[in-house]
């Protein structure tokens, strides 16, 4: 199994789906137990992946590799390396308890609905596990159709507009990308007399300057979008409000990383020059931060609590790509770092937001207040879930956020100035939106019956909640992981860009 | 100069002569053999087994070439087959069988069925093997005439409906105008050369200047005539309505066969004879296309008809199958047959699904026909999502490499502009293929209606538009490859 361990993980889900499009809808508790056993199996058959993986080794483990259009030359090259290892991990383990959670709150087309997950499920992990440029963008793709089903079909009162604004926003992104990939394809012929688009020998182009800045751009259209990065984000308020809960936590956990992953892995490695381009850089970076604060600002004013979420998502990214677009170690190990936290508190934040949902289907901040006599357990998971997102010391948040800061003080310290306002509104609008919805008295009549979370809502948040403090108190592992896979990044961006070309991947790896 | 008839005349002429017995069979079977309407299923069957006979035919042609290579000349010049060619015969042979298998059921339902219509199908055929195969002029226009007039009596086939009648004669009349514009073209290149022979004309156009005003007569009359076959914007004013008023099995016949067909000699003639003048007709070709592109998508975005629906994004089509003549290179041609190969099936798929929302007194066309397909027949749903996604050209389905092929050649010959913009229609037909499936999957059915008119044949016919639909996607090599081969000379 170890040969094939990714095609066992990637295809998994695949799998689970093709055997419940043969349970008969009727049987929905089946249909749920066969979602639920899918989900698990995807996330148990990723576990020896992350304990047999070599955090000491360079380059991509667990290769494999099968041409599978050689006249185009596309190859099913699969393959991990630290930053894939951690994105597979967030997949599996999110879109677990996405469906997990999704037991009771579903109660309509529960076939079609766990379907999209195993789908999209199949799709998220290809696209981290993907070192095949086609490859890399037919899961990218194909992700955004069960997405839009999920939000389409069981979201919220504004559903059809949300999916179908999800839906375009990301798909002219990714043609445009395309766009992007089949130039760098065509100048591998041009230079090498051979079609691929495997990403270690496209790494081997030598592209000037404005050609490299022209593909950066197309990149940037496709990962942006994805992030979203301001001001290409006004797409995810929408989607993530409207979307059922589950959808939400995927949509922030996951399918927003795979935004920031593509700067990581395709962006930077094979455009070092204009990636370390001064106007591109300040650009990114300038971008970013107008995400951080924007979103922190809008979060600090909304009055749907689901909303809130979503805004504060938008600054959480604008994090991210800061530390990305720092461009040395500390700030891209963060970045990593932090997009691991924000699948955690965000997803956390959204399912908090599902439990009230589901009992009082309103989600204005005004119907609440005083929760915490109520649901007093409630209120414990939330203040973690809060206070994870606003980056306290020994939760997760912190780790993330300081890190990039330090990158990002390192790059330029006029960024860290303004990126820790960001961190100083975030904790405001936070508390404020616990303060309104928790403490004080029970204000309204409705919310006075409410039951506390029962067992299969703490199933789903302990695991959450271990692992938020897990990586605040010992992040050690997170930075061993990351530790070469980053920094192999960080020098290739740092050369200059003739040098880029002329060392080729692996002889820079024996030299070191 | 002597004529003479020979083994390889015949051997190349065959599969024309079959369809052409068959079909005329057909016409005099309805009247002698099969009187009684219950009987008509045999002639279906009469169908297949001459598309069966014309296949092996085929089938031989294409042994001969692959085994000895090269091309088959036969009647000194007239007709040839090469790789090329036998490429759309097969096109236009699935599509025929995939027509007459999806016709019967939704003839029965409109009750209009009668035994020529298969008859017919084969002669429309027949003429389409002339426009994919025939190099000289007379003979290429015979077959395109051939073609277009069966399908005049096909789209006014539900004598009825005034809408088919009035789509018919719409098609006649501009058919017949572009016919005109086409035979014109002819006549001066016939002028040009001397010789009507497609290989004299290659050796009088290199002899021009690209912009010598009779060449360019010449072209531009020949461009417009196959643009309006092919109903690339501003000569698609006739596709709409006829594609709304036509039984719709015959719709899925007119915007497969007919635009394949008619892109088959477009291609012949633009990569082939005219390729030397290309400076001069690329501007043109680069307006039709993102004519058709803005024309396609914009209208559509708003057409509440299904059929309409798809003729637009018909159009749209063509405008990005025109964008790999524009690229002009062997990326380009070859993108070119593969999209053609994908657009066949997908949209005769799409198509076919529209034919079973036909019940008795309800066409079936409407948008919100489609609400609650999802409930009501999910394999149907599930099929239709596959094609409308692979007509949209996301991945993993074939249309998506269509797509590619396009794009790539217009990167390869550095038309970055003209690929940015097809980039971005992709995303607003998105817009309108959503709705569809929008109606599909999340609108709520808002009647009880009465079962979908299904039939085995459907069935077959679904099964294999979509499994190719899906394959083309997924393992897209073999087709790849047959793609380069026809290419290649």
Redesign the interface.
């Known amino acids: 199994m170890n040969d094939h361990l990714l095609s066992v993980i990637l295809f998994t889900p695949l799998a689970g789906l093709l055997v419940l499009m043969f349970i008969p809808g009727r049987q929905k508790t089946l249909v749920r137990l066969w979602a639920n056993i899918s989900a698990a199996a995807g996330l148990l058959v990723s576990i020896p992946m992350i304990v047999q993986f070599n955090r000491n080794a360079e380059g991509y483990q667990f290769m494999e590799r099968v041409d ?5 030359g596309v190859q099913y090259l699969v393959g991990v390396d630290g930053i894939s290892v951690l994105m597979v991990m967030l997949t599996t383990i999110m879109g677990f308890l996405a469906i997990f959670s999704s037991w009771d709150s579903v109660k309509e087309r529960e076939k ?1 609905y766990y379907a999209m997950f195993l789908l999209q499920q199949t799709g998220m992990i290809g696209v981290f596990i993907s070192l095949d440029f086609l490859l890399f ?2 899961f990218w ?2 992700v ?2 069960p997405m ?2 999920i939000i ?2 069981w979201g919220g009162p504004r559903k ?1 507009y949300a999916a ?1 604004k999800f ?2 926003y990301t ?2 992104g990714g ?2 990308m ?2 992007g990939i ?2 760098l ?2 100048q591998h012929n041009a230079q090498f007399g051979r079609y691929t688009f495997e990403i270690a020998e496209l790494m081997k182009l030598n592209l000037p300057l404005g050609l490299q800045q022209w593909v950066f751009w197309s990149f940037f259209l496709g990962f942006a979008i994805k992030v979203p990065m301001f001001p290409f984000h006004t797409w995810l308020p929408d989607a993530h409000t409207e979307a059922p809960t589950a959808g939400s936590v995927i949509l922030a956990a996951v399918l927003l990383k795979m935004g920031t992953y593509g700067f990581i892995r395709f962006s930077l490695p094979l455009l070092p020059g204009a990636s370390a381009d001064r106007t591109i850089v300040t650009v990114l970076a300038v971008l970013s931060i107008i995400g951080i604060l924007y979103g922190a600002l809008v979060s600090l004013m909304q009055q749907d609590w689901k909303k809130l979420v979503a805004y504060s998502s938008v600054s959480h990214l604008g994090f991210c790509t800061l530390g990305i677009f720092a461009l040395n170690q500390a700030g891209i190990t963060g970045s990593v770092i932090q997009q691991i936290n924000h699948g955690i508190s965000t997803g956390m934040l959204f399912l908090v937001v599902g439990v009230i949902y589901e009992r009082r289907h309103t989600r204005e901040i005004k119907e609440y207040g005083g929760l915490a006599h109520v649901m007093p357990n409630y209120a414990i998971v939330f203040a973690i879930a809060m206070l994870s997102s606003a980056g306290l010391p020994l939760l997760n948040g912190f780790v993330g956020e300081f890190t990039i800061l330090q990158g990002a003080f390192d790059a330029n310290k006029t960024w860290a100035a303004f990126a820790v306002l960001g961190v100083i509104f975030g904790a405001a609008y936070l508390l404020w939106l616990y303060q309104r919805t928790m403490l004080g008295e029970v204000t309204n009549e409705k919310n006075k019956g409410l039951p506390d979370l029962n067992w299969r809502e703490w199933a789903v948040f302990v695991p959450l909640i271990l692992w938020a403090v897990s990586i605040g108190v010992y992040p050690k592992p997170y930075f061993d992981i990351l530790e070469k896979p980053v920094a192999q990044i960080v020098r290739r961006v740092h050369q200059t860009p003739s040098a880029v070309a002329a060392v080729p991947v692996k002889a820079e790896a024996v030299t070191r | 100069m002597n004529i003479y008839y020979t083994s390889t005349d015949h051997f190349v002429l065959l599969p024309a002569i079959l369809l052409a017995l068959f079909g005329c069979a057909t016409l005099l079977f309805d009247f002698w053999v099969f009187p009684d309407p219950r009987q008509r299923r045999w002639l279906l069957l009469f169908l297949v087994l001459g598309e069966a006979f014309a296949g092996v035919a085929f089938w031989r042609q294409q042994d001969f070439l692959n085994t000895h290579g090269g091309e088959l000349v036969a009647f000194n010049g007239v007709l040839t087959v090469d790789h090329y060619g036998l490429f759309f015969q097969w096109i236009f042979l699935a599509t025929t069988v995939i027509v007459g298998l999806i016709s019967y059921k939704y003839l029965e339902v409109r009750e209009e069925h009668h035994g020529e219509y298969y008859g017919l199908l084969m002669l429309a055929q027949c003429g389409m093997f002339f426009l994919a195969s025939g190099t000289e002029l007379v003979t290429i226009f015979v077959g395109l005439e051939t073609m277009a007039v069966t399908f005049y009596i096909l789209v006014g086939f539900l004598r009825a409906d005034k809408r088919s009648n009035e789509a018919a004669l719409k098609y006649l009349l501009l058919g017949g105008l572009s016919s005109g514009f086409l035979a014109y073209g002819f006549s001066v290149l016939y002028g040009i050369a001397g010789s009507t022979k497609l290989r004299d004309i290659s050796a009088a156009v290199a002899a021009r200047d690209a912009w010598d005003p009779i060449l360019l007569l010449a072209i531009a009359t020949t461009a417009v005539g196959l643009l309006f076959k092919i109903s690339a914007a501003p000569f698609h004013m006739w596709a709409p309505d006829a594609y709304e008023g036509a039984p719709t099995s015959i719709t899925a016949f007119l915007a497969v066969g007919s635009k394949a067909a008619s892109f088959a000699l477009l291609m012949r003639l633009f990569f082939g004879p005219l390729s030397p003048a290309r400076e001069s007709w690329v501007p043109l070709m680069i307006a039709a296309a993102i004519l058709s592109m803005i024309i396609g998508n914009f209208a559509a975005v708003t057409q509440t008809n299904t059929k309409r629906l798809l003729a637009y994004s018909g159009i749209n089509h063509a405008g990005y199958i025109l964008l790999g003549l524009i690229a002009g290179n062997p990326t380009g041609l070859k993108g070119m047959l593969v999209y053609l190969l994908i657009y066949t099936f997908m949209t005769l798929g799409a198509f076919l699904v529209l034919t079973v929302l036909t019940r008795k007194g309800l066409a079936g066309e409407d948008i919100n026909d489609l609400n609650g397909l ?1 409930q009501r027949a999910p394999g149907y749903a599930i099929w239709m999502l596959i094609f409308l ?1 692979s007509l949209a050209g ?3 389905t074939g249309g ?1 490499f269509g797509k ?1 092929f396009i ?2 050649a217009l ?2 010959t550095g038309h ?1 502009t003209l ?2 913009i097809a ?2 229609f ?2 607003v037909s ?2 309108y293929y ?1 709705r569809m499936i ?1 109606a599909i ?2 609108q709520k059915e808002e009647q009880e209606t009465p079962p979908l008119a299904t039939s085995l044949g459907v069935r077959l016919a679904l099964g294999v538009t979509g499994v190719l639909t899906l394959l083309i996607g997924v ?3 073999p087709f ?2 047959l793609a ?1 081969m026809s290419i290649s000379r």
Do not use: D, H
């Open positions: 599978w259009i050689p006249s185009l079609e963008y037919i793709e194909m955004l159709v839009y089903f389409g079909v059809l179908i839906f375009l798909l002219a043609v445009l395309l766009l089949l130039a394809y065509f | 999802m996604v996301i991945p993993p998506f590619y794009f790539l990167l390869e970055t690929a940015i980039a971005l992709v995303a998105v817009y959503f929008k999957f999340v393992y897209p090599e790849l490859r380069q």
